[in-house]
């Protein structure tokens, strides 16, 4: 899915202009690379967390259910 796509269903799911979804998108993939560029984990909630490993290699650990 790409972010046109992302913010488009953000839009339909809260009501939010195309444009405002779109700059929340981008906001939430900022912030995560912001953690993550400092070396702490992105919990992505229902689905895991982003995680830096060794050699700074960004990992995905999936939430146990």
Excluded: C, N
């Amino acid at each position: 899915m790409i972010t046109k796509e992302i913010a488009r269903e953000v839009s339909r799911k809260t009501g939010m202009t195309s444009a405002e979804a779109a700059q929340q998108v981008d906001r939430v993939v900022r912030d995560i690379l912001k953690k993550l560029h400092s070396g702490q984990s992105a919990t992505l909630p229902g689905l895991g967390k982003l995680i830096v490993g060794v050699g700074g290699r960004i990992r995905f650990r999936k939430e146990r259910t």
